[in-house]
């Protein structure tokens, strides 16, 4: 083989400007392949990874709700429980289920001073997960975790006094909210005394929050401009503190009669959490909705996320999930990643077709050279070269312009891939979720289109490798 | 030992066919000197490709060493052409994208692992084969640099690469002027004599057919006559008919 390898080197170098000549072809094609498919790869990971994380599914009840004029009025149980959760977990391909539930009492979030210039207030739409779901998106100098402060009672007259990142000095909790899980602390019903509650400040917990991506985005991309604040850097933002105030609300007619106010803090984001609210762990959620609403809100959930072990199984998985008796929340993942899917096919076919058209040229190239080196074949038949020897020679010299060409074409996709994103960074206007680079280059793509690129070369001389593995050295050296 | 026995052949194009051999019977011993000797078309061309075994579309037997060609695969064809055989064409057929010694270790690329001449061996052999034919200067200079006589002689260097059994020449001294081409018959009355090769020479010249001992006349695809005599060892080609270059 060694030998054939040097005749192929020899004879590309002393045929160079026929195989430059006749690969331009699958260079183009290849760029064109890599180039599009880096693309689709690309937007197809910040669509799928950041807007719509694919990899999890959000499960709900089963809709059964009746549209009645402008109403849509819910016949069914709208929430999940234990069982259900087990049930999900037992679905193949599932390796983890996290109950959320919904804060369904009226708070409000204020705070943000430092950042804003002003202090701001907002009406909070909040969720409670389970802390494990976002683990590492947790800044390693905070925790996001349910801590207990009904019976904090260490006392402090400042923040310093009580030492730890997630604790802060404040008022202790009022005796409102020291009711035991299950009762409520509703107008008519007093809230429990507790007879040694402290009177002044003790250290207490902030209650850690999380936001998502897609809402730094929305604030970086719209609501800033509208509004005339600044840019915000995820960064930076982190460790914010403000005041949660559960039961109050901006709407008269919600607020409740009691108040508890709580001091939040940002210690991170993540694509898990709501995307537009705040996200916290779900003991708080949970405290607060037996507090002010339902002694069984405990044990029940209105979502449950689910974890699939890879993208590729989330349609069966979603299968399971219908066939259980529930719902899947439509996120629009699917139908971007079906667009995004059919984004690749056109582009990918296009490229195809153009290195089929190369592969083409490819074959006409090679019959040529084969016609001009008939002698050249016919002295190897003569000195000792089988039929398989010379179509060895003239597939090998097809494979190695392959093999250069498509590194060639990979090379100038790159090229104009980082062209692309240079452009994109100087010129085109901050958008939510405006990536660095649109494309993404993975190792498999490259060593595809290399592949792709030798394929087609290989298939492109497989015919003019067969008419010179049959030409008769006889006819070609002697004429007879 | 090759034994050819009613050897046909015949050329078909289109509608006509021409039958150049018509039953050649015909046995060459080993470490024979033998011409082959007839007119243009008599069919001694045909007959040195079928015996090298370049041309396998005929029919007959044709037997080398006992073996039948034409019950050779590929493979083994082109095994026997490497190994065993040894072509020196009229028209030299030297590459000319390569230099004199990668034109004379050009069969070894051919061994296919298959106990042939490793990379270093057959580079030392073509040295020395090339020192042989006082052409060891040569040894990096392309074919066209080179006289018609070394061009032929890097061809006799080539085919004598993997010291074969049997030499089959094509007219070789058919491109040469007078001088080269006494050296070239020199040189092949050496190698029959000195290393016992078989050789096979194809002419149309009476004078180049006197320097083996055995002449084969054809004429329109048959053997007229199978001679023996002594070789003239001092061949003359300046009074041989020479046919126009390839």
């Known amino acids: ?480 | 030992m090759i034994r050819l026995s009613g050897v046909h052949k015949t050329y078909r194009t289109g509608q006509t066919s021409l039958e150049v051999l018509k039953g050649v019977d015909l046995e060459i011993g080993d470490g024979e000197f033998v011409s082959i000797i007839g007119r243009s078309g008599s069919g001694k061309t045909t007959l040195l490709n079928i015996i090298g075994g370049l041309d396998s579309d005929y029919t007959g037997k044709v037997e080398v060493e006992g073996r039948k060609l034409s019950e050779m695969s590929d493979r083994d064809l082109s095994r026997y052409r490497n190994r065993h055989i040894g072509f020196v064409f009229q028209s030299f057929h030297l590459l000319g994208h390569m230099t004199c010694l990668e034109n004379v270790i050009l069969p070894s690329l051919f061994n296919g692992g298959d106990g042939g001449l490793s990379e270093k061996q057959a580079q030392d052999r073509g040295l020395e084969l090339l020192a042989q034919m006082d052409l060891a200067d040569k040894a990096h200079a392309r074919p066209i640099h080179l006289s018609g006589g070394q061009k032929q002689r890097i061809a006799i260097a080539r085919a004598l690469l993997h010291k074969p059994e049997l030499l089959i020449c094509d007219e070789p001294t058919g491109n040469l002027d007078r001088d080269s081409g006494d050296a070239i018959l020199k040189l092949f009355s050496q190698l029959n004599e000195r290393d016992g090769i078989t050789l096979i020479i194809v002419t149309h010249d009476d004078i180049i057919a006197e320097a083996a001992a055995r002449v084969v006349r054809i004429v329109e695809g048959n053997v007229v006559e199978d001679r023996r005599s002594e070789p003239n060892k001092n061949v003359d080609t300046s009074t041989s008919q020479r046919e126009e270059s390839a």
């Open chain 1, 1 to 480: 083989m060694s030998g054939l390898t040097q005749l192929i080197r020899k004879d590309l170098r002393h045929h160079r400007r026929h195989f430059i000549l006749a690969s331009i072809g699958i260079v183009v094609g290849i760029a064109a392949f890599a180039f599009f498919l880096a693309l689709g790869s690309g937007v197809r990971s910040v669509v799928l990874g950041e807007i719509f994380p694919l990899d999890k599914l959000e499960v709900i009840p089963r809709s059964t709700d009746v549209d009645l004029g402008p109403l849509r009025v819910g016949m069914g149980k709208d929430t999940l429980n234990d069982e259900a959760a087990k049930k999900l977990g037992e679905i193949e391909h599932v390796t983890g289920v996290y109950p959320k539930m919904k804060l369904t009492v009226p708070s409000i979030a204020a705070g943000g001073k430092e950042l804003f210039g002003n202090a701001m207030r907002t009406e909070m739409v909040a969720d409670g997960i389970d802390p494990k779901l976002v683990a590492e998106d947790i800044d390693s100098k905070y925790a996001f975790a349910y801590f207990d402060d009904r019976e904090a009672t260490k006392a402090c007259k400042t923040d310093a006094d009580c030492g730890e990142t997630m604790l802060y000095c404040g008022d202790p909790l009022p005796a409102h909210a020291m009711t035991a899980d299950g009762a409520t602390a509703g107008e008519d019903e007093p809230a429990a005394e507790v007879a040694d509650a402290p009177k002044g400040k003790v250290c207490r917990h902030y209650v850690p929050v999380i936001a998502s991506n897609h809402l730094v985005e929305i604030y970086n991309g719209t609501i800033r401009r509208a509004h005339s604040l600044p840019k915000l850097n995820p960064n930076f933002v982190l460790g914010l503190k403000f005041d949660l105030r559960v039961g109050a609300s901006m709407v008269r007619a919600s607020k409740r009669k009691k108040v508890i106010t709580e001091r939040g803090r940002l210690v991170g984001f993540s694509d898990r959490a709501i995307s537009l609210g705040l996200t916290l762990p779900l003991g708080y959620v949970s405290r607060y909705n037996v507090l002010f609403d339902d002694p069984n809100a405990a044990k029940t959930f209105h979502s449950i996320i689910v974890d699939v072990d890879a993208k590729d199984n989330v349609a069966g998985v979603a299968k399971g999930v219908e066939d259980a008796g529930f719902d899947v929340a439509d996120s629009g993942a699917e139908q971007a990643a079906m667009l995004i899917a059919v984004f690749m096919m056109v582009f990918g076919f296009v490229s195809i077709v153009i290195v089929g058209i190369a592969a083409i040229n490819i074959m006409h190239v090679f019959f040529m050279l084969i016609y001009e080196r008939q002698r050249e074949i016919g002295i190897m038949r003569a000195v000792g070269a089988s039929r398989a020897n010379i179509r060895t020679i003239i597939l090998g010299e097809a494979a190695v312009v392959g093999a250069l060409a498509g590194v060639v074409g990979v090379g100038l996709s790159m090229l104009a891939a980082y062209g692309f994103d240079l452009v994109s960074a100087k010129y085109i206007p901050d958008f939510p979720y405006k990536p660095d680079t649109y494309f993404e280059f993975s190792p498999l793509l490259l060593a595809t289109s290399v592949g792709f690129a030798i394929g087609f070369c290989v298939l492109g001389a497989v015919l003019p490798a067969r008419r010179a593995a049959k030409l008769d050295p006889a006819v070609v050296l002697t004429g007879q």
